[in-house]
């Protein structure tokens, strides 16, 4: 395996080359995460409410989505194209989430609660198969949640795109599962390189052509919640900000797709 570029002496000269290649779109990249700094601390110094208000549900959504988009932004320029991908997968999530919120509320609230009770139940379940506790007062608790009545499902990530308008870029998603967040076929090619007659592993920065539709989808996804975000909280000023940077968006080069 080849040395990681990911620190160490040549960091910032690697950091710098990735930047300079795809300049333009770390600089629209950042502007957006200006903006959607601005709509973080706008929402959360004006929305209260209790926990599942559905704008308070969304000001959380964004608040997550905006660290995961930073997140992705650092990877990005730092050459860790399939660690970038795997947190832009979580902003697209962000993005079906707040659009289900603005088309319909209360669908996306239940889906929230049932997935709270799926998880309980299956952990609960997992704990008492396994024996991992032996005290029968817990155990007893254990069952009266195995047990509880209702039909409870794990939140869909096909589902909650489909609760919203974004119901194609889960094609998107599934390609960034492929690609990066799972332990794929695909994703485990990203470490070997053909060399003549044989192979190598390999564990180098991202190039241009991998950078550039990291970003694009990383953004476009943004730009859906935020402007979604600014629709739901009628921040009329920041919506038009995101417009403006919606329109630029639109007008950049062509990428190739995930």
Do not use: C
């Amino acid at each position: 395996m080849t040395n990681s570029t990911f620190e160490g002496p040549v960091f910032e000269d690697v950091m710098r080359k990735i930047r300079s290649e795809s300049a333009i779109w770390f600089s629209l990249a950042e502007d957006v995460n200006v903006a959607l700094r601005r709509l973080v601390d706008l929402a959360e110094n004006q929305i209260k409410g209790t926990s599942m208000d559905p704008l308070v549900v969304g000001v959380r959504i964004l608040m997550r989505t905006a660290g995961m988009y930073q997140g992705a932004l650092l990877l990005t320029e730092r050459g860790m194209t399939s660690e970038a991908r795997t947190l832009t997968r979580s902003v697209l999530e962000g993005a079906f989430a707040v659009a289900a919120l603005l088309k319909n509320p209360g669908p996306l609230i239940e889906v929230l609660k049932d997935d709270l009770e799926k998880s309980r139940i299956q952990q609960a379940r997992f704990i008492k198969d396994q024996n991992l506790v032996a005290d029968k007062e817990t155990i007893a608790k254990l069952i009266k949640v195995i047990e509880k009545p209702g039909k409870f499902e794990f939140m869909s990530p096909k589902g909650l795109a489909g609760k919203g308008v974004l119901l194609k870029q889960y094609l998107v998603y599934q390609r960034l599962s492929e690609d990066s967040a799972h332990i794929s076929l695909k994703s485990l090619n990203r470490h070997v390189q053909k060399v003549g007659e044989g192979w190598r592993y390999r564990m180098e920065p991202g190039s241009a052509a991998e950078n550039e539709p990291t970003l694009y989808h990383a953004i476009s996804a943004v730009l859906a919640l935020s402007i979604g975000m600014t629709e739901l909280l009628d921040f009329s000023d920041l919506n038009q900000e995101f417009a403006v940077l919606s329109d630029r968006f639109a007008k950049m080069p062509v990428v190739a797709v995930v």
